[in-house]
């Protein structure tokens, strides 16, 4: 029997992005942000506990402002995620201040995960559907021959902003629901109601249709991952750093697309038909207060989230 799936919460990039915690906006008027939607989400689909994984120069005010609203509603544990995490002989480039990137966010959770578990991006909105079949799925799967994986895919015209490009993770599914791969497009635009990528600044661009699946990096693994990772991330350094020390990524869906080449996993595709919310630019934010007042007035979400608010 699997122990109780639980959720991953990738934040170590949040203070770069927003410019320091306090500026992360809220999106109601008790002051809570996206990831507490996700996180009453979570409790709400079964998950008793979350991980956090930061930067240790955030934690004093990501424990304020987040982790110690929540933690009387779900347990909470802290993973950090530093540049000279590295295997033994590696040093960190000179110049270097980017993470490492999503692969080894994971698998600087190597000491705290035993069991399955769902993977989620601190700033987006995933919705309540996601959570629970994700939950379900990761309660039942167990690896066999191949590990048992899962994603949450969702429709790409529910992710896309009115505001600027996006990069989504492009997926292709079997007819039984698997994932066969997944390709990278990092600039993907709404133009008129069609959405398109360029892979050449915009000289050519190529549709993509309304039943296109994306991820939006929410994931479901055993802790057969953990170890894929750990064995992997040598060679990509190896690899990467020699051509772009100061930039390269450990892309996890990279590392899920090996797995698949390799016929080493396999990835059933949850389809969500919810709306996805980020706010990739700050003019998206007063798209999320909206979403998130419809939401409430048609009873998806209590007025106040946590009781004592």
């Known amino acids: 029997m699997n122990g109780k799936p639980v959720l991953v919460i990738m934040a170590a990039g949040m203070g ?5 915690l306090k500026q992360i906006d809220s999106i109601d008027a008790y002051g809570n942000k996206i990831i507490d939607y996700s996180i009453f989400d979570a409790v709400q689909a079964g998950f008793e506990k979350v991980v956090f994984i930061i930067k240790k120069a955030i934690e004093k005010e990501f424990r304020e402002n987040i982790g110690d609203r929540i933690a009387s509603h779900v347990k909470v544990e802290y993973v950090y995620q530093e540049l000279d995490r590295l295997p033994a002989g590696y040093q960190v480039p000179e110049g270097r201040v980017k993470p490492w990137g ?3 966010a994971i ?4 000491d705290v995960i035993d069991g399955p578990f769902a993977v989620i991006n601190a700033d987006d909105y995933y919705g309540k ?8 799925q990761l309660s039942e799967i167990s690896d066999g021959e191949k590990y048992q994986y899962t994603m949450v895919g969702y429709r790409l015209y529910n992710t896309l902003t009115e505001n ?3 990069a989504r993770g ?3 599914i079997s007819e039984d629901g698997k994932l066969v791969d997944i390709h990278e497009r990092t600039r993907i635009e709404k133009q008129g109601n069609k959405a398109k990528f360029t892979e050449d600044d915009g000289k050519t661009w190529t549709e993509l249709g309304e039943d296109t699946v994306v991820s939006m990096n929410m994931w479901g693994f055993t802790k057969s991952i953990i170890k894929e990772l750990d064995q992997r991330f040598a060679v990509f350094l190896n690899k990467e750093l020699p051509g772009n020390p100061l930039k390269c990524e450990y892309f996890l869906p990279f590392v899920v697309d090996e797995l698949l080449k390799e016929y080493k996993a396999e990835v059933t595709v949850l389809k969500s038909v919810d709306r996805w919310y980020g706010v990739t630019y700050k003019e998206d934010k007063e ?11 048609t009873g998806i979400y209590p007025e106040k989230l946590w009781e004592e608010q």
């Open 107 to 110: 698998l600087c959770c190597q």
């Open 102 to 104: 999503t692969g080894h």
């Open 170 to 172: 492009v997926c292709t």
């Open 16 to 20: 770069s992005r927003y410019g320091g």
């Open 164 to 166: 600027g490009h996006v």
């Open 287 to 297: 798209t999320v207060v909206n979403a998130v007042r419809e939401l409430k007035k």
């Open 129 to 136: 559907s996601a959570f629970v079949s994700i939950y379900n």
